[in-house]
């Protein structure tokens, strides 16, 4: 049985950073700062973004080790972050919170998926959970200029969830 300094390397410390910045993310979404919980959901998306192109490039040897740590913090980040922030926001009703739920539910669901069947070269299967880390964010700093009622992030996330779990294919990028 290796220790975690045997498994862990470079790419894994960026994933970590990801989740580090997905429950910061959280934590200020708890705490009313809708601002900096937005901007670190965006910074989730940057570390989870560098820390698979560093594994490409350094053809990692702990892939299994990886793809496991990837999925936690994704979700961390992209699944229960949105879901607080949208809860702090102000989605408490009962409908609301059964959305939340859904939506957390169709990101470990589309992560499991992923880790079982994996993706083809070009293409994921259902929608990558890290969009929810440029979504919920965008929607968010739009409203705070334009006319926005809160409940119209209710149907946001129920799409979301839903093109998480379709089977339609998309395009990597």
Request: aromatic content about 12%.
């Amino acid at each position: 049985m290796r220790n975690f300094r045997q498994l862990l390397e470079l790419p894994d410390y960026i994933t970590l950073l990801s989740a580090a910045s997905g429950m910061f993310s959280i934590i200020c979404s708890m705490a009313g700062n809708y601002t900096v919980a937005a901007w670190l959901m965006i910074v989730s998306v940057v570390f989870d973004r560098a820390d698979g192109h560093i594994a490409r490039l350094i053809d990692r040897r702990e892939k299994d080790f990886g793809r496991e740590i990837d999925s936690l913090s994704d979700c961390l980040a992209f699944g229960v972050a949105p879901a607080v922030f949208g809860y702090a926001l102000g989605l408490k009703d009962g409908f609301s919170i059964l959305v939340l739920i859904f939506f957390v539910s169709a990101a470990i669901l589309r992560l499991a998926r992923n880790n079982v069947q994996g993706t083809d070269k070009d293409h994921y299967q259902g929608m990558n959970v890290a969009y929810n880390g440029i979504i919920f964010p965008s929607i968010y700093f739009i409203r705070l200029n334009l006319p926005f009622h809160l409940g119209q992030f209710v149907p946001v996330y129920l799409l979301t969830g839903l093109l998480m779990l379709s089977s339609i294919k998309w395009k990597k990028i």
